[in-house]
């Protein structure tokens, strides 16, 4: 009888922990690492953990506190209630700074690694928006909103009370941009400020920028010099002409204030991210060559403080630089960058221009170098960001985390593949393919051919939320995703050859992957495929639908463009259509009627599930409408799904589970 009921016991226990599917449940539940940072000494690693309530039911976000080496373990450093971001360590490596809302507002915190309690930093009469702290462990730069013109932050307060006083609720403007990504611009602007910390809070700092009527690039494009005294940053100079040209420049200004100088004014282009070496010699920084191109390849650029001497490093090395850190040795810059479908590191010998990849599997970030080893978080198709750790040279490759080890038990995915194929001009075109998550060889599946936004972008080897490939292959789809010409990590040439060509070469692409897939793998009915895509993808699916109108049993648009003409007319950053488009769309030779969906509205005839967020300033939602509009008035089945609290992402956990379950009710009416 006990032998029976062990037995039964074993049996329950194996069902219970049976994987199954992804869920939408499941993608809002998963653990997150989110900041991530090294130890001055390389020893320990500070990361910030946000639980997604699966099991236990923990909705928990609290920083964690790792030792790195042979006896690695982990220490919960946080149990409060306020979020903590921004994690950076003191130079001493003795405690933890960070920016958590305690006391009102987000405002800067520092933790003891002894022991203890928090304590604040800063208690500013403005929120704290991001901050850097020098090497001399003192000094801040802290970027906050503002006034422009205010050389204080009570004028900043007294111009939001006389805000608050007006009895109209008018916004008026005198240039553009007007709105931007998915808000209505104000009169505030995000400066740099300078503190010093002391034995008091900080009620106070001083803003080393508050002429200029633009914003800073980020914090990630400030850095202080090796003297800490004076700063580096990217910005636009304050000018009518913002929304239409990328020329970001980098600007070096005392700590104390005073005259901003360009140190990249002879550039045109997009000038990035400076940073120094540790020993003080070196600034590098990013740039591109392209003036209006925001898709440009980023050069990695090296000025030697010391004998004025500047260039390009790897100048030939055809990958855009994403983010890079110094190593150790003041020779080696470590860099990260899209290659092939993945997010990869590579090391670059600043004195030879010698280039040699640490770590090329699935999407590398948050990169960071100390001691003997980089650390960085990576995730892939089949895998949550986890942190991750190697020597400089790509050995002894270690995962340091597993914060979904639970929550992975119960999901199964599928199995994928990178697969290329001859595309437009004969050229070498790569994909991913993802099977579903019950594949078994002598089935046949319906197909979700997935299409990439940027439009200069990739669906590589990513775990997304938003565009998540694996729960396509949860409900028994082939997935489909085809890098087209446009794409980013396979050369620039590559990439510049969407721009003044949107529907031309991407869509041979499409066409001819599609064919390519369907005759390698007999397993997929390419009777019974879904086309998907938002933002630029959304675009193809409206052009596919008057360019290739038997391709397809349903097409999916999310967020996508429609009538060229009217997008110009009422998005913000006018650089990219300028750039990608051919000027401005009164302008004889441009491409909005060429490559124009609206102008093949005719032809339409496959059914169309429409989705759009109101708040959607990139892509306005009349672009949606239209869309749906022509759907409507032909007589074609068709549906649209409106998010009003959302902009040209799907965020909202709940707005999440709405839009696949509307995405999937789609494909199933017309693949099943």
């Keep these: 009888m006990k032998k029976l009921t062990l037995l039964a016991a074993c049996i329950l226990s194996s069902t219970a922990m049976a994987k199954g599917p992804l869920t939408v449940e ?12 090294l130890a001055p000494d390389g020893q320990a690693v500070v990361y910030s953990q946000s639980n997604g309530g699966f099991a236990p039911a923990d909705t928990s976000h609290d920083l964690y506190l790792m030792t790195l080496g042979e006896n690695r373990s982990v220490k919960r450093l946080t149990t409060h209630s306020s979020r903590e971001t921004a994690v950076q360590w003191h130079p001493n490596g003795q405690s933890i700074f960070f920016i958590a809302n305690r006391s009102g507002s987000n405002q800067i915190w520092r933790l003891s690694l002894d022991g203890g309690e928090a304590q604040q930093v800063t208690q500013l009469p403005v929120p704290v928006n991001a901050f ?26 007294d111009a939001q009370a006389k805000d608050a006083e007006k009895k109209d609720s008018a916004l008026a403007y005198d240039q553009l941009m007007v709105r931007h990504w998915d808000h209505w611009r104000d009169q505030y602007r995000e400066h740099l400020h300078i503190a010093t910390i002391g034995d008091k809070v900080l009620t106070d700092a001083k803003n ?6 633009t914003d800073i690039a980020g914090i990630s494009e400030v850095s202080f ?25 980098i600007f070096q200004v005392p700590i104390s204030g005073g005259e901003k100088v360009n140190l990249t004014a002879n550039n045109p282009a997009w000038d990035a991210k400076p940073k120094f070496s540790i020993d003080g010699r070196f600034m590098a920084y990013l740039a591109m060559k392209k003036p209006g191109a925001e898709a440009d390849r980023f050069g990695l650029m090296l000025l030697d ?42 090391a670059i010998n600043t004195s030879f221009g010698d280039v040699v990849k640490v770590y090329g599997d699935g999407y590398a970030g948050n990169l960071q170098v100390a001691s003997d080893k980089i650390v960085f978080t990576n995730h892939r198709l089949n895998m949550p960001p986890e942190i991750f750790q190697t020597g400089p040279d790509g050995s002894q490759l270690q995962q340091l985390t597993d914060v979904n080890a639970t929550w992975r038990e119960q999901v199964q995915f599928g199995e994928y593949e990178q697969f290329s194929f001859k ?28 299409v990439h936004g940027g439009p200069q972008g990739s669906f590589g080897n990513m775990f997304n939320e938003r565009w998540n490939a694996q729960m396509y292959a949860a409900k028994g789809y082939a997935v489909v995703m085809v890098d087209f010409h446009g794409s980013t990590g396979y050369g620039q040439a590559f990439t510049d050859a969407i721009s003044r060509d949107w529907g031309g070469k991407p869509l ?53 463009l429609y009538d060229m003409p009217s997008f110009y007319g009422s998005t913000e950053e006018l650089w990219f259509p300028e750039f990608d488009l051919g000027g401005p769309a ?58 009003p609290d959302e902009n040209h992402w799907i965020l909202n956990p709940d707005n999440r589970v709405r839009w696949y379950n509307e995405v999937f009710q789609w494909l199933d009416k017309y693949t099943r």
């Design 26 to 37: 499941h993608l809002n539940q998963f653990n997150k690492v989110g900041n991530v940072a």
């Design 132 to 157: 850097k702290l020098a090497a001399d462990g003192k000094t801040l730069a802290l970027a906050l909103t503002v006034k422009p013109g205010c050389q204080t932050l009570q004028c900043t307060l």
């Design 208 to 213: 080393v920028m508050a002429d200029w009527n």
């Design 225 to 249: 010099t090796p003297d800490n005294q004076q700063l580096v940053f990217s910005a636009k100079i304050p000018a009518v002409d913002q929304a239409w040209h990328t020329n970001y420049d």
């Design 305 to 346: 403080l010391v004998t004025g001497e500047q260039k390009e490093v790897a100048p030939n090395w055809d990958r855009s630089i994403s983010d890079y850190q110094f190593g150790l040795d003041n020779r080696t810059i470590y860099v990260t960058t899209q290659d092939v479908g993945q997010y990869s590191i590579y």
């Design 423 to 450: 595309g437009a001009n004969d050229a070498t075109v790569y994909g991913y393919l993802v099977k579903p998550w019950n594949f078994e060889p002598s089935k046949k599946y319906p197909m979700a051919f997935l």
């Design 508 to 560: 041979i692409d499409l066409q001819k992957g599609f064919e390519y897939i369907v005759q390698a793998q007999p397993w997929i009915d390419g009777e019974r495929a879904c086309a998907l895509g938002a933002s630029y993808g959304g675009y193809m699916m409206n052009w596919i639908a008057g360019n290739w109108p038997e391709g397809f049993k349903c097409l999916v648009n999310h967020a996508g």
């Design 586 to 643: 009164w302008q004889a030779e441009s491409d909005y009627q060429k490559f124009n969906p609206a102008a093949h509205a005719a032809k339409w005839q496959t059914p169309m599930l429409v989705t759009h967020g109101l708040k959607d300033f990139r892509v306005p939602y009349a672009q949606g409408l239209g869309a749906f509009t022509n759907l409507q008035r032909k007589g074609i089945d068709s549906r649209l799904v409106i998010f």
